[in-house]
Nanobody, 115 residues
Framework: QVQLVESGGGLVQPGGSLRLSCVAS????????MRWYRQAPGKERELVAG???????NYVDSVKGRFTISRDNVKNTVYLQMNSLKPEDTALYYC?????????WGQGTQVTVSS
């Protein structure tokens, strides 16, 4: 059974930092591209950051320079380091794994940026 379990969300003040983690089980983690998506209330889910099996990363423009995605293939974990958080980063953040069109999703972790 495939499971993606996110953690690390919470309430943080503007300008603060959080690190999200997503632990995968039931898949060969190293062959899956990993991505973080987010969905704010009333908005569509958007791709935030991705990392390929080879370690190439990409980011949505709104988080470039503030967020960093990384992966640990030994721990079967993908991370999202989020710095300089803004209220508009408030959303439910989801982890996604993909291998040749087969996609898996976690349940999400809530990030709220507010003073």
């Amino acid at each position: 059974q495939v499971q993606l379990v996110e953690s690390g969300g919470g309430l943080v003040q503007p300008g603060g930092s959080l690190r999200l983690s997503c632990v995968a089980s039931g898949i060969i983690f190293s062959i899956h591209a990993m991505r973080w998506y987010r969905q704010a209330p009333g908005k569509e889910r958007e791709l935030v950051a991705g990392i390929t099996t080879g370690g190439t990363t990409n980011y949505v423009d709104s988080v470039k320079g503030r967020f960093t995605i990384s992966r640990d293939n030994v721990k079967n974990t993908v991370y999202l380091q989020m710095n300089s958080l803004k209220p508009e980063d408030t959303a439910l953040y989801y982890c996604n794994a993909e291998h040749y069109g087969q996609r898996y999703w976690g349940q999400g972790t809530q990030v709220t940026v507010s003073s």
